[in-house]
């Protein structure tokens, strides 16, 4: 190297030092292979190599420059001379075993000897990739700002600088202006003039000059919206934006429109009076009360039913006149309603006043009212006079029992005529109209099981459903409802059960059940080729669950399904043929049993209905 610098007149020295004391990276390239001559310690250091890359080609210390067009750049600046600058060039490097992007600005420059000929390349470079990271940091942190605000539920505006410079707001915000994104960049006052004469622009300013914020609840505002001045109110929030020396650059502004809330109140508050007028209009006892449960309010009707003073308690009067034997059962239903604030409804009976030991019935039913944070502020409720009604559906009852005892003899009688048709048939070799009496055959015994069920319906409703308990294998109870079950289905009925063992209840209610939930998981998932049944044994309990992959139950149905005569609605649901009485019948069993029926159900992909029933004897 000695040779060359003093051949070409440089003095090796005074090149030495600018190359090690140079606060920039520095290397020397020279020949056509580019050699690498000499590299300070920061370009070894940005390179990731040490003093063994003195004297090799570059492109050989760092073949990963090859694939990324940096031949062609030395080849440039070598052949023609020409001059190369990289502005926050990325570059892919291998430094200490693993590759990296990164960025650096640097010049490749010519090196020329006396005789004007290039015998090299200096590189200066700088690296400068902690600043494009960051910049890019903050690129996407603002974009995360900026897409958080227009995303958010509230209106969001903000604004900058003492002039109020409106700098950004949501689309929401926007709308609650009555104005488009035209505003964008204008000065507050200007693109809401209406502003004018209310305190808003003077808050905001205030903010600038003493860095605290202002908050608001249902504020009344002036704002021109659709063309026209409108007044609204607001819950908003003015928030300084403080830079690192603690000076109000920016004003955060989030506001959420409450003129509905507001308005819907004073109209509540207006109309309180009508509604005390209303409720002593009405026929039913209207009444009140507090979110404890206390009665606080009866409408003139009550008082004039009962004959009873204003001045007495109206929990006591209620107390009173409910019947005696229900009205801890009627205080749990109430108790719960208030838990879990879901509406009460109860039928009981009433003692009438005009004549005492008689009872009257009543429907009770309440909803809870809410405040504008969504808190129940009290409780509505009717006492409405049914007696008539129970009393026309005490006749339905006996009417459906006397006209099902009556069909069940010529339904006998029409099985027996249709089964010797059948063999006659049969006999007769005429399989054709055989059939067809087989048919008829099994249309009869679809009517029996209708009639029967209005039958246990009729007894379930006078107290007379017997159940007949004894000891008795479960598991064989299982087998057979499913064998029965399976021979008139195209499903596949698959069974999962623990060996349960003998249990102590009516055995012919249970197969009654179980033969309810199996057919009804066939007929309501016409779609699917499996149901699914399974039982254990959990804690002295037995559970017995039927799956299905069906229509599903929609959720604000699925309380109703055990309720006598309902049927599911839908437009697929009303295709299936039935009464509704069958889970009925099915809840009335198990709860006498002592134990519970209940459903899970998804709509759109199938059902769970399940029973728990004690495996011990059963206590009433």
Request: net charge negative.
């Amino acid at each position: 190297m000695k040779n060359f610098f003093e051949k070409n007149n440089v003095s090796h020295d005074s090149l030495l030092t600018l190359f090690s004391q140079a606060p920039v990276s520095i290397c020397l390239l020279l020949g056509k292979n580019y050699i690498i001559e000499n590299a300070n310690a920061k370009m070894l250091d940005l390179w990731g190599k040490d003093q063994s890359a003195i004297g090799k080609p570059i492109l050989d210390v760092m073949p990963e420059l090859k694939p990324q067009s940096f031949e062609e750049i030395l080849s440039q600046v070598y052949h023609k001379g020409e001059i190369f600058k990289g502005d926050r060039l990325p570059v892919i490097l291998e430094k200490y075993g693993s590759f990296a992007e990164r960025f650096f600005n640097f010049i490749y420059t010519p090196v020329i000897n006396q005789n004007q000929e290039i015998i090299g390349i200096s590189v200066v470079a700088t690296e400068v990739t902690d600043q494009i990271l960051s910049e890019r940091k903050l690129v996407e942190s603002e974009y995360r700002f900026e897409d958080l605000i227009q995303k958010s539920d509230y209106s969001i505006a903000i604004y900058r600088s003492e002039d109020l410079i409106i700098e950004l707001a949501n689309d929401l915000m926007l709308k609650t202006w009555g104005k488009d994104r035209s505003v964008i960049g204008m000065k507050l006052e200007d693109a809401l003039p209406e502003l004018e004469g209310q305190p808003f622009i003077a808050l905001l300013e205030n903010i600038f000059k003493t860095g605290i914020g202002y908050s608001a609840t249902e504020d009344a505002a002036d704002l021109v919206v659709d063309g026209i001045k409108q007044t609204f109110y607001f819950n908003f929030s003015y928030k300084p934006m403080k830079d690192s020396q603690g000076k109000v650059y920016a004003i955060y502004n989030m506001a959420v429109d409450v003129t509905d809330l507001v308005l819907t109140r004073k109209k509540i508050q207006e109309s309180e009076v009508k509604f005390r007028e209303l409720a002593d209009s009405m026929p039913q006892f209207v009444w009140t009360c507090t979110t404890e449960g206390d009665i606080n309010y009866m409408n003139e009707n009550w008082y004039r039913y009962t004959g009873f003073s204003k001045d007495e308690d109206p929990e006591i009067s209620v107390q009173r006149l409910i019947k005696p034997d229900i009205y801890d059962e009627v205080s749990r239903i109430w108790d719960e309603s208030l838990k879990t604030q879901k509406p009460f409804e109860v039928e009981y009976e009433f003692e009438d006043p005009k004549n005492p030991g008689t009872y009257r019935w009543f429907l009770g039913r309440a909803i809870p009212a809410f405040d504008e944070n969504g808190n129940i502020k009290q409780w509505i409720g009717t006492f409405t006079d049914i007696n008539e009604f129970k009393q026309l559906q005490k006749q339905k009852d006996n009417f459906l029992g006397i006209a099902s005892h009556e069909l069940k003899t010529p339904l006998t009688s029409l099985k027996l005529y249709t089964q010797f048709i059948e063999k006659s048939l049969v006999i007769a070799n005429d399989l054709k109209n055989a059939k067809v009496a087989q048919k008829m055959d099994d249309q009869i015994d679809h009517l029996k099981a209708l009639v029967e069920d209005l039958l246990d319906v009729t007894k379930i409703q006078n107290g007379k459903i017997q159940l007949n308990e004894s000891f008795f294998d479960f598991d064989a109870l299982i087998e057979e409802v499913v064998v029965e079950q399976q021979m008139s289905t195209r499903h596949k009925i698959q069974v999962y059960k623990n060996n349960i063992g003998e249990i102590y209840a009516d055995r012919h209610r249970l197969s009654q059940v179980m033969s309810n939930l199996i057919s009804n998981a066939i007929k309501y998932s016409p779609e699917a080729d499996e149901v699914h049944v399974s039982a254990w044994d959990e804690d002295g309990k037995i559970l017995f669950k039927v799956r299905d992959f069906g229509i599903g139950i929609p959720e604000d149905k699925r309380e109703k399904v055990f309720e006598q005569y309902y049927r599911v609605s839908g437009t697929k649901e009303h295709t299936f043929p039935g009464l509704g009485l069958g889970l009925y019948i099915s809840s009335e069993i198990i709860k006498r049993s002592g134990g519970k029926i209940f459903v899970h159900s998804f709509e759109g992909k199938g059902s769970d209905f399940c029973f728990e029933i004690p495996k011990a004897k059963n206590l009433k």
